[in-house]
């Protein structure tokens, strides 16, 4: 089963196509399956997390909303990078795929009920800084998190409401910023179309 799991985290943290954002594409399977390739019951792992057997058991299910920093504490308890989590793809080729990533080639990841998808740009996450895509739908909303670190960012397209601490913000398209990732966040779409971010993380955070 160890082998499975490994196995499997490789597959996953495969480079991925450009996304779109789809309401099929959880991940409470994949979660479900590491679970139990590491011989762990649904008790075990909720009661590690702090959040009762029944929400995980919907969160496995796909039949609950799963916050941002609920997917993070889960990934800590199981033992991965929230990227094991990333919908895998084709690789890029071989002379290139430590330093490029081809559009169509992105690893992917949906936050099951939040509306919320991210695309990843680095090639790798063995480096000090991450890059990423977020595409925010309308009525979606991260719920605030934190995390180690630092982070940056620039809205591509449309309008996002951010919160800092007890700050809150509207953001429009050009309009940057930056801020400690130790401090809790969120993101929200309130608009009727989706909203397009670049994010720069560092350490890496997924």
């Not at 702090?50 to 916050?67: A, F, K, W």
């Not at 989590?85 to 290139?96: K, N, Y």
């Not at 090639?123 to 670190?149: C, K, M, Q, R, V």
């Amino acid at each position: 089963m160890a082998i499975r799991a490994l196995s499997t985290a490789r597959e996953a943290t495969a480079p991925g196509p450009a996304v779109e954002y789809r309401e099929d594409a959880m991940i409470g399977g994949r979660i479900r399956e590491l679970r139990k390739a590491q011989g762990r019951t649904l008790s075990d792992v909720a009661s590690a997390v702090g959040i009762s057997v029944s929400y995980l058991s919907q969160i496995e299910r796909d039949v609950s909303r799963l916050p941002i920093g609920v997917l993070k504490q889960i990934a800590d308890v199981l033992g991965v990078h929230m990227n094991w989590f990333f919908h895998s793809g084709s690789d890029g080729p071989d002379d290139e795929r430590d330093v490029i990533v081809r559009a169509g080639n992105r690893r992917n990841l949906t936050f099951t009920g939040l509306g919320i998808t991210e695309e990843l740009l680095s090639p790798n996450l063995s480096g000090p800084l991450e890059l990423l895509i977020s595409t925010i739908h309308p009525g979606a909303d991260s719920e605030f998190y934190s995390h180690d670190g630092a982070e940056a960012g620039v809205v591509i397209n449309g309008s996002m409401e951010l919160w800092i601490g007890d700050r809150q913000f509207r953001l429009d398209a050009g309009d940057s910023f930056s801020f400690p990732s130790t401090e809790p966040h969120r993101c929200a779409n309130r608009g009727k179309k989706p909203v397009r971010v670049l994010w720069v993380i560092t350490p890496p955070h997924y």
